[in-house]
């Protein structure tokens, strides 16, 4: 079982920047592909990135290209995503999980833990 805790949200202005960090407990993290999800009232949530278990590999959701960045501390046990240039478009809840399935994944429903997600507001 693993327990993943986001944080790092809040209030930020259009073109600013935040990270958001997600730790984990109960297993080492270096098992996972590690996701970030984003969600807002009355859509399905949405896919951002993901980093392999290595860390060599990552992949975005086109909206954010050039502007997110995933990366992961497997000593820390510990990942992260670095958004920077935040458009109002942004504003949603974050969500970091887990998944032990196989390179690449993008789904929701193959990621098995999830945290309890944390609050992004980008004002225009």
């Known amino acids: 079982q693993v327990q993943l805790v986001e944080s790092g949200g809040g209030l930020v202005q259009a073109g600013g920047s935040l990270r958001l960090s997600c730790a984990a407990s109960g297993r080492t993290l270096s098992s996972y592909t590690m996701g970030w999800f984003r969600q807002v009232p009355g859509k399905e949530r949405e896919f951002v990135a993901a980093?392999?278990?290595?860390?060599?590999?990552?992949d975005y959701v086109d909206s954010v290209k050039g502007r997110f960045t995933i990366s992961r501390d497997n000593v820390n046990n510990t990942a992260l995503l670095q958004m920077n240039n935040l458009k109002p478009e942004d504003t949603a809840v974050y969500y970091c999980a887990a998944s032990a399935r196989a390179w690449p994944i993008d789904a929701q429903s193959e990621y098995d833990y999830w945290g309890q997600g944390t609050q992004v507001t980008v004002s225009s």
């Open positions: 980093i392999r278990r290595s860390g060599l590999n990552t």
